[in-house]
């Protein structure tokens, strides 16, 4: 299975949204799982099963499945939102989307 | 609450095994809920899983990595420890240890990792 992530790079400004976008390629039902990482850190698990957040992730923190289309929704940016984000199935990981301050 | 923390080498010569450990505080790794993982980010780019090992012994390694690796536990120290053998300056990354567990969604099993360590930087180099 392959997932693929767009954009690979995302410019908007703290109070917007943010909308980010992993396909896969064939048929994962709800498999899914978003990951944050900030420069210099560990990744850190926002979402699993495509719409259930982690312990303590903020509510503007959002994610949704369409068919083979998973999209991450962040409303609201603030400036510790901005990082790369990771989907991930089973053993696999998309190649990251880097949202930059704009 | 429980927390991973990766130690070993930072510099390893090529052709030589890269050995890492990963403590786990705050909780005891033989709990039975979690799959101990190992991931790997070469500088600059994304993320790579590379196994997971059971309290009980049983392991999954990353098929395209299988016969370079391993990965082991001791449920008395609570420590698991990851083992690359032959390396080259391709397995220059940032290794993380991270607590990876199953949820049952609507009847399918989906893997996530929870808890991450801070990962540690491992060079290949003569």
């Known amino acids: 299975i392959v997932l693929t992530q767009a954009p690979a790079t995302l410019s908007l400004s703290p109070g917007e949204s943010a909308t980010l976008s992993c396909r896969a390629s064939q048929n994962i039902g709800f498999n899914l799982a978003w990951y944050q990482q900030r420069p210099g850190q560990a990744p850190r698990l926002l979402i699993h099963d495509a719409s259930v957040r982690a312990t303590g992730v903020p509510a503007r923190f959002s994610g949704s499945r369409s068919e083979t289309e998973f999209t991450l929704t962040i409303s609201s940016l603030q400036s510790e939102d901005f990082a790369v984000y990771y989907c991930?199935?089973?053993?696999?990981f998309g190649q990251g989307t880097r949202l930059d301050l704009k | 609450q429980v927390q991973l923390q990766e130690s070993g080498p930072g510099l390893v010569k090529p052709s030589q095994t890269l050995s890492l450990r990963c403590s786990v505080s705050?909780?005891?790794?033989?709990?039975?809920?979690?799959?101990w993982t190992w991931i790997r980010q070469p500088p600059g780019k994304g993320l790579e899983w590379i196994g997971y090992?059971?309290?009980?012994?049983?392991?999954y390694y990353n098929p395209s990595l299988q016969s370079q690796v391993s990965i082991s536990v001791d449920t008395s120290t609570n420590v698991f420890s990851l083992d690359l053998r032959s390396v080259t300056a391709a397995d220059t990354a940032t290794y993380f240890c991270?607590?990876?567990?199953?949820?049952?969604?609507?009847?399918?099993?989906?893997?996530?990792?929870?808890?991450w360590g801070k990962g540690t930087t491992v060079t290949v180099s003569s």
């Open positions: 991270a607590r990876g567990a199953y949820t049952n969604f609507e009847g399918s099993l989906h893997y996530s990792m929870d808890v």
């Open positions: 705050g909780g005891s790794i033989d709990a039975g809920e979690y799959y």
């Open positions: 991930q199935q089973w053993i696999n």
């Open positions: 090992i059971y309290y009980s012994g049983t392991t």
